[in-house]
């Protein structure tokens, strides 16, 4: 799809908010003229990052949901670091959780960083069908985390194998 029929399609829906995500669309050099163009036409844009690339070249009042890997996917070695010195206020970051070391270097990087208080939120979800929620709740409230438990809520609507949704 053009540039022009990406921004059709969206049209057509007569959504007044877009999340650009899915794989990691900071690869796709299109994304930041798409970004460019639904902000100007008024749309509120959010862009969904791996946070192994650099998020400075996106446009500033797009939010961005700057996801940090946890050790337990294999991929916390490729996280760009400068990515959370360079969130503004209306951003978020989220942490996908498998287990209790998950949870400790989550927990270390929100307080390391002083993540609460700088973004618009900061997302905890477990690992769905690995890590129970409620376990998650509950160390989040032991330590008086000043974060927010999310489900991955596709997995529930469409199942946890389902790619693309």
């Not at 100007?40 to 791996?50: D, Y």
């Not at 969130?87 to 287990?99: G, N, T, W, Y």
């Not at 409620?134 to 469409?158: G, T, Y």
Request: proline share 5%.
């Amino acid at each position: 799809m053009s540039l022009d029929e990406v921004v059709d399609q969206i049209e057509r829906y007569g959504c007044a908010l877009v999340e650009i995500t899915g794989g990691e669309p900071l690869l796709q050099r299109d994304v930041y003229p798409l970004m460019d163009r639904l902000l100007g036409s008024g749309k509120t844009v959010m862009v969904e990052t791996g946070g192994h690339l650099s998020i400075r070249e996106v446009p500033q009042p797009v939010i961005k949901i700057v996801d940090v890997k946890c050790p337990g996917s294999g991929e916390s070695h490729r996280m760009h670091w400068d990515n959370l010195e360079s969130l503004a206020p209306h951003d978020e970051v989220k942490f996908v959780i498998k287990d209790r070391v998950d949870y400790e270097f989550a927990r270390d990087i929100v307080v390391r960083h002083q993540l609460t208080g700088r973004v618009a939120a900061v997302l905890f979800s477990p690992v769905h069908g690995v890590l129970e929620p409620k376990d998650l709740a509950a160390w989040i409230l032991e330590d008086r985390l000043e974060v927010r438990l999310q489900l991955q809520v596709h997995k529930f609507i469409w199942g946890p194998d389902t790619r693309g949704v």
